[in-house]
């Protein structure tokens, strides 16, 4: 859609509503109602008021870590809005981690759940201190701004990543990114008006948020959002719906819940996976309960989405080609590199960063191993980091490591992923201890200021870590030390 000179993907992802304030968008079971694309630009434009009364400008950055809900996406629509940078940040993080984001991203605007109360707090049922303060501007009848007009290469949202390296950096994403991402998702996943999709992802990560909604927002499309995934809401859920998007632990535990049948999913035309590699097992149990088959994709925070399989065809095993305008190849050590509109803008203050983040002609590296086929088809065999994935979250072993290393029991911690049946990989400490430690004294470590889906599911007690002739630690022998 040509919106004059304003690129701003607000006016695209709620242009169903234009003609038809009417067409569903979300329904809501745990509510048991049903917001239109109009409820929503409504809630959005109210949303949109506060952040400007609380004195919020384009450019500004909101820090917002809160619970799953459509306020939630209220939020991100009203950040769009009024220009101000949308910083989601997972729920788990603890109070250390986010004060930590929100220095680094040079705000003290936050908006957190009523629970934390740090910050404006916003609810799920319409609580909070947001939602307080629309009300009373609605009484007061405030202005309200008007849509931000923005350039392609405007900043629309901040999402922390540690690429490659495992410091943490805030990646820009652009309003263009997001648009051709998501128009690209739309024609290759051929989703319509008519898909209805069960979202069950959180909203706070790129998955969930952008590769999810966006495509349905842009074809007018309607979502039934749950407020967390569960096999038994799903297998309830599914049979009215199109399309299920998951990471590869919400495919296995529907797998192990034996109310997930081929009649529930035999309406549904496509289901992804991505976030984490799906192994062969699961896609050939998946199958054989449901004579289906999961669509991967492949993509990354500071990307969107890469490459893809089709719908109905995918190539088992491969991550499939690059998406229309992404551009795919396989550089030095065979890792994957793209190039292409969707890419991030840059990393928020981090020139440095940014520049080592692409090769000198202009691919973003992507620290993925992988090889492409004549056909262009990808399939990815590892990474070039430590990086563990559990769960779909990522985790940075180095920053296990510094908290572990600073027990007094510790020697010395490194942390690897172990290939884990129901997470992907889980999180194993290997551990030399101080000399008066012993395996039977050995306290569990005080880890409160990490996330708890980052603490150690193992402790492997050694007496010293392997390492190579320059002294690195060899994370691959502690990674094989499973087998
Ligand atoms: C929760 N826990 C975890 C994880 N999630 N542990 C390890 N890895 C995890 N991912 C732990 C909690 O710390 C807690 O442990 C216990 O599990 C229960 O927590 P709860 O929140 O109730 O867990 P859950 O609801 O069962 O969550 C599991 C989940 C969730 C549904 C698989 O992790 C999830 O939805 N993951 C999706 C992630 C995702 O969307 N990633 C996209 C990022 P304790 O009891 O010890 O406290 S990647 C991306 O965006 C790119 C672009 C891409 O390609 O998609």
């Avoid at 109360?117 to 303060?133: A, F, I």
């Avoid at 069950?200 to 790129?206: A, E, Q, R, T």
């Avoid at 289901?271 to 994709?297: K, L, Y």
């Avoid at 400490?429 to 039977?440: P, Q």
Wanted: aromatic share 8%.
């Amino acid at each position: 859609m040509n919106h004059g000179a304003n690129a701003n993907i607000y006016l695209d992802l709620l242009a169903a509503g234009n003609d038809d304030p009417d067409r569903p968008l979300f329904h809501r079971p745990e509510a048991g109602d049903t917001l239109s694309y109009g409820d929503v630009a409504h809630r959005s434009q109210a949303m949109a008021a506060a952040l400007a009364h609380i004195g919020m400008v384009p450019g500004d950055r909101l820090v917002v870590q809160v619970d799953k809900s459509t306020d939630a996406i209220a939020l991100w629509l009203a950040c769009l809005r009024t220009g101000v940078i949308f910083v989601p940040l997972n729920t788990a993080y603890t109070d250390a981690e986010v004060d930590h984001f929100l220095a680094d991203a040079e705000t003290t605007y936050l908006i957190s759940t009523p629970e934390r109360g740090r910050g404006l707090t916003l609810g799920t049922d319409g609580s909070g201190t947001v939602p307080d303060l629309i009300a009373q501007l609605a009484e007061t009848g405030g202005p309200t701004p008007p849509i931000y007009n923005a350039r392609p290469e405007d900043p629309a949202a901040m999402l922390f990543t540690s690429g490659t390296t495992g410091r943490s950096k805030g990646a820009l994403l652009t309003h263009r990114g997001l648009l051709t991402n998501g128009r690209a998702l739309a024609s290759v996943w051929e989703i319509t008006s008519d898909d209805h999709l069960l979202h069950s992802l959180p909203v706070f990560h790129v998955h969930g948020l952008f590769v999810a909604l966006h495509p349905l927002m842009l074809q007018g499309a309607k979502v039934t959002f749950l407020q967390r995934f569960s096999p038994e809401a799903v297998v309830e859920l599914l049979p009215h719906c199109s399309v299920l998007m998951g990471v590869p632990t919400h495919y296995t535990r529907l797998l192990d819940h034996d109310a997930f049948t081929r009649q529930v999913a035999a309406d549904v035309r496509l289901f992804t996976s991505g976030s984490a590699p799906m192994t062969m097992p699961v896609h050939r149990r998946f199958a054989e309960r449901t004579s289906r088959t999961i669509t991967e994709r492949y993509g990354m925070t500071e990307c969107g989405i890469i490459a893809s399989n089709a719908p109905g065809n995918p190539r088992v095993g491969t991550v499939g080609t690059a998406l229309p305008e992404m551009k795919l190849r396989v550089g030095d050590g065979s890792v994957v590199e793209v190039k292409g509109p969707h890419l991030l803008h840059s990393y928020w203050r981090r020139p440095e960063a940014t520049a080592a983040a692409f090769t000198d002609d202009g691919w973003f590296i992507t620290g993925d191993i992988g090889t492409l086929d004549p056909d262009g088809v990808l399939t990815l065999s590892g990474r070039a980091s430590d990086m563990i994935i559990s769960g779909g979250y990522n985790i940075y072993p180095k920053e296990v490591e510094q908290v572990l290393d600073r027990d007094p029991q510790i020697a010395e911690a490194a942390v690897v992923g172990w290939p884990d049946q129901e997470w992907g990989e889980q999180v194993v400490a290997f551990v030399v201890l101080n000399a008066d430690t012993t395996e039977e004294t050995f306290r569990q470590p005080e880890l409160a200021e990490l996330a708890r889906f980052k603490h150690p599911r193992q402790f492997v007690f050694v007496s010293e870590l392997p390492r190579n002739a320059m002294g690195k630690v060899q994370k691959s022998v502690l990674r094989n030390a499973s087998r």
